[in-house]
């Protein structure tokens, strides 16, 4: 492998810079519609004629998106938290442990994740007005912990099943504990899964919007993006697409922390496992 | 949301949802179970989000003086969305539903699954002394009153005064006098929906409608196609086909037909009279030289017939509370509630004496063309099938410029029969 | 190398002892079942009545409008989708999609991964912006691709052609549909691609290059093989989300020319047609396809997927 000349950077730069214009142009283009004005909206110009802080000012002029802004948040943070969790666990146990219906499990939740949830979503909605979840957060939360469970199961048990176990072992021979071979050794190989699965979770119930219409009435448990077709145009044909664009960046960065945050921790199971006896 | 400084009472979202949310957080626990506990009834009126209605909600409260209380539960801004939800409830036979915000196209569907109660009584003789006609006709099912309307609405013809001097009687006119334009070099489109969606529907009903023709039979129950349908569609054909419309014509809804008109490229534009007060307020100069007109027609001699659109409320049919809820409706409806909405949230009235306000003038400069247009409009086609047969046809009938009319006409027939029966696959 | 000739460590003495199980094995068992329990009880809570009661449906003509025709019956449901036109219209158009969107993705992901994964400089930044566009709600992301693309009003449009409408044409309708699909979806291949990435050890990849392997033998026999359990996830769940596209098509061409999903057509028969029985047979169908579709997947990549008993396959 080539040390780190200066022609190598320059190519990892160059391939950098095209991922960065690839997956940002599309993303400016919704910031600049979040910044102009509505007369020149759709002008197309890529840079706004002229620039405006208005969207946002609506958005944040009433506790409407702020609101749901707090559900979406609590309610894709506990069910990433419960999905993970559970996911790690089924997902140890199908790839390290022998059991019956361990195929049925990793087979049904496949097909649980194949059916259209479009027919799913009045059923639950019967359920949950009967059990009173309606309109709440466990009436969120438990359908996207389920529908985030494949996802997780699946995605964790492909690196589980890649994790070379044995070091463990090698690793209590070598006079360390149980928990220090878990901590020291396995953990940060489980690391890249778990945060992977962990930012897949987060961003699929963040961006739910089915369920999240069908089985919420209120402020009480409105996430964003149902919010945003709550968003009132001047009248009933106007999009009010300025503030729903401020409200889409709004809701974004977020998600950037997020990545941030948890990206790092993708790396950690990188080194560490290089760091092997 | 967009224009917050249209009119000056216009406050927005702000003063809206935080009434709403206020309202909301008081009767949430109350909502959630219908029920009224011995305290004050409450109604639970879904409607989508309109501008100002939290205060019209206010002002009936206040003068129910406690008998009852409207809680606004404030549905999604698609027409689509709103009625997935209130299906939903109604099927699951939800009684917090009390007042229902409908869609005209609604009405037959609702009133056949015996989901809204029919409107006796004082409501009846108020609804059927003041309102336009042709809005009453849209809220009957087998001639029974199921809902009241509360706003109504028809296209009119908005054209460049500066370069058409007078506006085309007829579509052959019109489209004439854009070829000339457009030979001239000058500004020339017509611009109007023709994505596949409603919009389409509307248009081809206003067509049909116009040369005098029907889609289905009077009783919604078979499906005829017969001239005046066909002419429709040779109408239409003969309109995208003409090099006349804007490129996206065929991808083009309500507020990309309203922004492409703004933005100056064309002469001519179809669409309702929410156009105005936003062209007066972000594109003042080009407002100066837009003049508006009836409908083009399909035949000079004959007037033209325009497909009506708005809004009505009904009570469900498991409303706790259907009186209460019937005499809200007498005031969320009433003249003082439509006159505040025409004039803050530019919906037009369904109410012909609302229309004499002169606080009217200056919010729908175009009134009279809009109450002459209305007066004589053409319902969509009635029956409890008609979300079925619109979605068929806004198929069947995009994109426009590939129509073969006589083709088109055999298989619309055919699909529109079993739209009506229910029968096989929706595209 | 560890990672090819891992024994698994609790379960092999068992293997040998057929008769009674040891108590070894009944803890196994018990474990297993106890880890596994919460995650199958919360899915089959929430999902057991739904799914059986669509499938249920299927077999009925109910149409929530006339509910006194409600009546079973059995199959008919499932002829009258398949013998319809619209339906294998929209069929051939998702497949295409799927299979265009899934094979650019899974090229484009890989490269995506190996850049996120290895570049020298800038990896925080590529790696958060590259997530980004997954992370957009995808309503609104449709939305500015629809302006974008509509001329006179967006940059692309007046860029790429000034004169036509690409949304009103079947084939660049398509085209823009996929394209904002891919670009929507790539980062999730990427993502859980390096995860993978992640899992294969240096060691190894300097031991090739010292037997003098170039860098597309690296990536094919030390990368790939390590990856293949990252790479079947990746496929299955993008490929069951491509075959399920509804909000690109609905916000960008509602359908229009033929570009019609079948879950859009799904959505009209079951939500505005209000027509539970056909509805619900095209969700059964949907979910056969891509039943059949894993199915396949899951064959090809035979011990890599999860649950296989891999402890004969790899050793």
């Known amino acids: 492998m080539a040390t780190e000349t200066t022609s190598a950077k320059v190519k990892w730069g160059l391939l950098d810079a095209i991922v960065v214009v690839f997956a940002l142009i599309p993303v400016l283009w919704i910031v600049s519609l979040s910044f102009k ?92 007005r009967q059990l009173g979840l309606f309109d709440t957060w466990p009436g969120l939360i438990l359908p996207y912990i389920t529908f985030a469970l494949p996802l997780a ?67 009480q448990s409105r996430t964003v993006p149902v919010a945003l077709s709550f968003f009132t145009g001047a009248s009933q044909f106007e999009d009010p697409t300025g503030a729903i664009s401020a409200a889409a960046v709004t809701i974004t960065i977020p998600i950037i922390l997020f990545v941030l945050f948890f990206q790092r921790r993708i790396v950690a199971g990188l080194t560490s496992g290089a760091v092997k006896g | 949301m967009a224009i917050n400084d249209r009119h000056p009472q ?91 915000g409908m869609d005209v196209t609604w009405t037959q569907e609702f009133a056949s699954a015996n989901w809204i109660r029919e409107i006796t009584g004082e409501l009846k003789s108020e609804v059927e002394s003041e309102t336009l006609e ?175 659109g708005g809004s009505e409320q009904a009570v469900s049919a498991y409303s706790k509370h259907p009186d209460l809820a019937f005499e809200a409706i007498q005031c969320l409806r009433g003249p003082e509630s439509q006159l505040y909405l025409a004039v803050n949230s530019g919906q037009a009235p369904s109410i012909e004496a609302v229309y004499n306000d002169p606080s009217m003038n200056e919010a729908y ?34 994109p426009p410029a590939s129509i073969q009319p006589q083709q088109t006409a055999d298989s619309l027939r055919k699909s529109i029969q079993d739209a009506i029966d229910s029968k096989g696959v929706l595209p | 190398m560890s990672v090819a000739t891992r024994p ?59 509910p006194d025709d409600r009546e079973f019956i059995g199959l008919a449901n499932y002829a009258t989708v398949l013998s319809n036109n619209y339906w294998w219209t929209a069929f051939g158009v998702t497949m295409l999609i799927t299979v265009i969107s899934v094979t650019v993705e899974l090229v484009l992901g890989m490269g995506l991964a190996l850049i996120m994964h290895r570049t020298l400089i800038g990896r925080g930044l590529v790696r958060t912006s590259a997530l980004i566009p997954y992370g957009i709600v995808t309503v609104v992301a449709a939305f500015s691709w629809r302006y974008a693309w509509t001329p006179g009003t967006g940059y692309l449009a007046n860029l790429f052609s000034p004169e036509g409408a690409p949304l009103t044409e079947r084939a660049s309708a398509l085209a823009i549909i996929i394209f904002a699909e891919i670009w929507k979806t790539t980062p999730f291949m990427a993502l859980l691609l390096m995860a993978g990435l992640a899992l294969v050890p240096d060691d190894l ?65 079951l939500m505005k047609g209000l027509n539970l029985g056909i509805g619900s047979t095209m969700s059964v169908l949907i979910f056969l396809t891509v039943a059949i579709i894993a199915f396949i997947f899951v064959k090809l990549f035979g011990t890599a997927a999860p649950g296989s008993s891999d402890e004969d396959g790899r050793r």
């Open chain 2, 134 to 308: 042709p809005a009453v006709a849209s809220a009957q099912y087998n001639d029974k009153l199921y809902a009241a309307p509360n706003n109504t609405n028809v296209q009119l013809l908005w054209y460049r005064k500066d370069l058409v001097p007078t506006p085309p009687k007829t579509w052959d006119e019109m489209i004439k006098m854009s070829q000339q334009l457009k030979g001239e070099g000058k500004p020339y489109q017509v611009m109007t929906m023709g994505a596949q969606y409603e919009g389409l529907v509307v248009l081809y009903n206003s067509l049909v409608a116009s040369a005098g023709g029907s889609v289905v039979d009077e009783s919604g129950k078979k499906a005829v196609m017969d001239e005046g349908a066909l002419k429709g569609l040779e109408t239409l054909k003969t309109f995208a086909s003409a090099g006349v419309t804007s490129p996206s014509f065929s991808n083009a809804v309500e507020d990309d037909v309203r922004r492409a008109f703004q933005s100056g490229g064309g002469a001519f534009q179809l669409n309702w009279p929410f156009v105005w007060a936003s062209m007066v307020q972000e594109a003042p100069d080009l407002a100066k030289k837009v003049g508006w007109a009836r409908y083009p027609a399909i035949d000079a001699n004959t007037p033209s017939k325009t497909t009506i």
């Open chain 1, 37 to 128: 004005t509505t007369a020149t909206l759709t002008d197309g110009n890529f840079i706004p004629r002229e620039w405006t802080w208005d969207n946002y000012k609506l958005i944040f002029q009433t506790d409407q998106f702020v609101r749901a802004l707090i559900n979406s948040i609590g309610i894709a943070l506990i069910s990433t938290v419960i999905a993970v969790v559970l996911g790690t666990m089924a997902a140890y146990a199908i790839s390290r442990l022998d059991f019956p219906g361990k195929k049925a499990l990793v087979g049904v939740s496949l097909l649980i994740a194949m059916f259209p949830q479009v027919s799913l979503v009045s059923p639950l909605f019967n359920i949950e």
């Open chain 2, 365 to 398: 400069p175009m009134k009279d063309v809009l109450l002459e247009e209305l007066k004589t409009s053409a319902p969509r086609p009635r029956t409890p099938a008609y979300q079925n047969l619109s979605t068929v046809v806004s198929a069947e009938l995009s």
């Open chain 3, 205 to 269: 990849l300097k031991a090739a290059s010292m037997d003098g392997a170039s860098w597309w033998q690296r990536f094919t026999k030390v990368m790939l093989p390590v990856m293949k359990p990252a790479i079947l996830v990746a496929l299955l769940f993008r490929t069951l989300d491509a075959f399920r596209i509804f909000d690109n098509i609905y916000v960008l061409s509602a359908g229009a020319n033929e570009t019609s999903s079948v879950s859009m057509i799904a959505y009209n028969n």
């Open chain 3, 8 to 66: 698994s460590v609790d379960s092999q003495p068992s293997r040998r002892s057929r008769p009674a199980l040891s108590e070894g094995k009944k803890q196994e068992r018990k474990l297993g079942w106890l880890l596994c329990a919460p995650a199958a009880i919360v899915m089959v809570a929430v999902t057991a009545y739904p799914i059986i009661y669509s499938i249920w449906l299927s077999l009925q003509r109910y149409d929530l409008k006339f």
């Open chain 2, 10 to 100: 216009r406050r927005t979202l702000r003063a809206r949802a935080l009434a709403a949310g206020a309202a909301m957080t008081l009767m949430a626990p109350m909502a959630a179970c219908g029920s009224d506990d011995g305290g004050v009834p409450v109604l639970n009126f879904y409607n989508s989000p309109v501008e100002n209605m939290q205060s019209v909600v206010d002002r009936c409260n206040q003068e129910a003086a406690g008998k009852y209380k409207i809680s606004y539960q404030v549905l999604p801004r698609q027409a689509d969305d709103q009625r997935v939800q209130m299906v939903r409830r109604l099927a699951a036979k939800d009684d917090s539903m009390d007042i229902l």
């Open chain 1, 153 to 219: 199961i699946y995605t964790l048990s492909a690196f589980f099943k890649q994790i070379p176990w044995d070091l463990e072992k090698a690793a209590k021979m070598d006079g360390a504990t149980q928990g220090e071979a878990f901590r020291k050794v396995i953990a940060p190989l489980a690391a890249p899964g778990v945060f992977t699965t962990a930012i897949l979770v987060f961003i699929f119930c963040w961006n739910d919007f089915l369920f999240a219409i069908s089985l919420t009435s209120t402020e």
